[in-house]
């Protein structure tokens, strides 16, 4: 892009999305460009014109604050012996969509480099439902490499747990629509205090990516109202087989140990007294 139409990006992206709602000539006046300018940036992007640029720009709006009810309508309907092969198309499509973009590969290269990384702590958080995603990609670090820690759920856990967070530490944040705030404060204080945050987000984007140094998409593509994590949970067991990859004999050495340990720890666990039984210490 030419320096006057990246003066249209970064407007658009200091205010997004409200910024691209106002009129051309608008717009134009608050990026200190010509309308023309305006025109030829969203042609780039893929669009015919401003209106259909709106357009599309209106329906994003709309997808992220959709709740439950409003998904219910359209999506609440549907006939129960179609439910499996309506689901099969959907996941399918959310996977594609998830795995098959042209940068994906660089953008987990560059996560699972600082996941990796033996001097940076990790932390992971989510949401109502995305904290089950983000619980999964703790517990497959935490095989891994040591130094892995779970955000709180509870807002009083989320907010000690924001203190503990360091400059230099990672900070692996799961946010899907409808976005839960007290998740992405947790991405504001860690990026305040010098953490690399990592956003794993829907094509909605949430408001967390304004503190993101990395961002990942997953697809929500489902048959029911309810989006669908199956991209989210793909993208963790990517990183996974990359870390592993990445860490090497490192790795390798940290599941053998704990392996080990997991042994020992049954045979003593099986050795232990009963209370009250034979031999038992009262």
């Known amino acids: ?6 003066r249209v990006a970064r407007t658009l992206l200091e205010t ?6 106002e009129s051309l000539p608008q717009l134009a006046e608050g990026a200190g460009v010509t309308g023309p300018t305006v025109l030829r940036f969203v042609r780039k992007i893929g669009f015919e014109g401003y209106p259909d640029f709106q357009r599309s720009l209106r329906r994003e709006v709309q997808a992220r604050t959709e709740g439950l009810p409003s998904l ?8 129960a012996d179609e439910v499996l092969r309506l689901s ?3 996941f399918t499509t959310a996977l594609d969509a ?3 973009s042209s940068s994906l590969d660089r953008d987990l290269s560059d996560v699972v480099a600082v996941l990796c990384d033996p001097k940076r702590h990790l932390w992971f958080v989510g949401g109502r439902f995305s904290q089950l995603v983000a619980s999964y990609l703790w517990l497959q670090m935490r095989f891994l490499r040591p130094g892995c820690a779970l955000v709180g759920e509870a807002p009083e856990r989320r907010r000690l747990d924001g203190l503990e967070i360091e400059r230099r530490d990672v900070l692996c944040l799961f946010d899907y629509r409808r976005y839960q705030q007290d998740t992405v404060a947790v991405g504001a204080a860690a990026a305040d205090r010098g953490a690399v945050v990592v956003v794993f987000t829907d094509p909605w984007l949430s408001p967390a990516v304004e503190h993101a140094r990395h961002v990942l998409i997953s697809h929500a593509d ?6 669908s994590l199956l991209g989210a949970f793909a993208l963790t067991e990517v990183i996974a087989a990359k870390a592993v990859v990445e860490l090497g004999e490192a790795g390798r050495a940290r599941v053998a140990e704990g392996d080990a340990f997991g042994d020992g720890f049954h045979e003593a666990v099986v050795a232990a007294p009963k209370v009250g039984g034979e031999g038992a210490t009262v």
């Open 1 to 6: 892009m030419t320096p006057s139409e990246r």
């Open 98 to 100: 998830t795995l098959a």
């Open 16 to 21: 997004y999305p409200t910024a691209g709602l």
């Open 222 to 227: 489902s048959s029911s109202p309810f989006d």
């Open 88 to 90: 099969h198309e959907a």
């Open 72 to 79: 219910y309508r359209t999506k609440g309907g549907i006939q």
